[in-house]
């Protein structure tokens, strides 16, 4: 593997006030570039803005939300006043819309790719035409996911959302290659983030899914007091390091995304049936199953009772 002469001064990232956005926040500004923290949350990216300081290194914060053009017009223009152009932007801020297919309305799937697929495209025109005319080495590093190359069935949106994030990525290395910027799609598989607290679940019995979220929370916590987690968003920081540094296409992380990394090629009639289990039903019941052998004394979701009572959905 060649290495690129970047050497990130100036580092942009998106989604920044949490899971991965802020891991890749933290390596970045510890390797020594100033770091500008975005968020649609302004609070969250100054908490990620006072913990880089913290630890006597550079960063400053900004509210952006990624679905709004004129929004990532005036955030370039801010970037380029106060600080110049970067030499690296990532592309993270994302969500998560689930659910059944035919329960997810327009707007769901708008929701989903206005954020997921549309915000990369608006801060690849932005930030790509600031590199190009800048006619200096720059490289942008998307957040995409494994679910970009195995379908499944209960996160139609997503995965198209994911898999348009990592043929876009293709699709401008060879526009923006020949100018001298790198592009990426980072895929991780699963990460321990707060994607499942901000997550859109659409269909699914709500006290079920509430419980979901304070069992994962619980889990979470227990987890974050390990000296090492295999699940930790710094793993997705070192592999956008990586990335940039050898300028790599498409970087899978964690074994589950390099499985469908490679199924997708060597047998993909398996990778497409492998997640076929996955149904809102199935899902339903062994959420009921779980959360009873955790705490039998609770009491049992609406959805459970019976299965001709009517089932309260979050929509
Ligand atoms: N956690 C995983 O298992 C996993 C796996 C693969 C890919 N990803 C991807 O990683 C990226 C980061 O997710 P995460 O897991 O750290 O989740 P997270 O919820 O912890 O962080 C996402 C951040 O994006 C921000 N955000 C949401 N909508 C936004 C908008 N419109 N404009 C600006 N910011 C917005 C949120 O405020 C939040 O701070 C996402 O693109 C996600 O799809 C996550």
């Known amino acids: 593997m060649k290495r690129t ?27 020594g570039a100033h770091v500008v923290v975005s968020d649609l949350n302004r609070d969250s990216a100054a908490a990620t803005e006072a913990m880089i300081h913290a630890r006597g290194r550079r960063a400053c914060a900004a509210r ?22 970067p030499d690296v932007l990532v592309n993270n801020a994302g969500m998560l ?14 929701r989903q790719l206005s954020v997921n697929l549309l915000g990369v495209v608006h801060g690849c025109r932005v930030f790509g035409q600031q590199m190009i005319d800048n006619g200096k080495r720059g490289h942008i590093v998307n957040i995409a996911s494994a679910a970009a190359f195995t379908p499944t069935p209960v996160m139609s949106a997503y995965s198209v959302s994911k898999a348009g994030v990592k043929m876009l990525t293709e699709c401008l290395r060879l526009e923006f290659g020949p100018k001298g910027i790198g592009v990426s799609a980072i895929c991780p598989g699963v990460i321990n983030t707060n994607i499942g607290e901000h997550a859109v679940t659409v269909g699914v019995d709500e006290e079920l899914v509430a419980r979901g979220k304070e069992l994962t929370r619980r889990v979470q916590d227990a987890a974050a007091k390990l000296p090492f987690s295999p699940l930790s968003p710094d793993l997705v920081a070192r592999a956008a390091q990586r990335a ?7 970087v899978p992380v964690r074994a589950e995304a390099w499985l469908g990394y490679f199924l997708l090629r060597i047998a993909p009639g398996v990778n497409r049936r492998i997640a076929q289990p996955l149904d809102v039903e ?9 959360l009873r052998l955790i705490d039998p004394t609770s009491s049992e979701p609406a959805g459970a009772q019976a299965i001709s009572a009517p089932i309260e959905v979050s929509r």
């Open 5 to 31: 002469n970047i050497h990130p001064e100036l580092v942009v990232v998106t989604g920044a006030g949490s899971g991965i956005g802020r891991a890749i926040a933290l390596r970045f500004a510890a390797a």
């Open 64 to 85: 952006l939300d990624v679905t709004d053009p004129s929004a990532w017009e005036a955030f370039a223009r801010d970037v380029l006043a106060d600080h110049g152009v």
């Open 97 to 110: 819309v689930s659910g059944a297919f035919v329960d997810l309305t327009p707007a769901d799937w708008d």
């Open 244 to 250: 940039v540094r050898y300028d790599l296409a498409v």
């Open 282 to 290: 199935r899902i339903e019941r062994v959420g009921r199953r779980v």
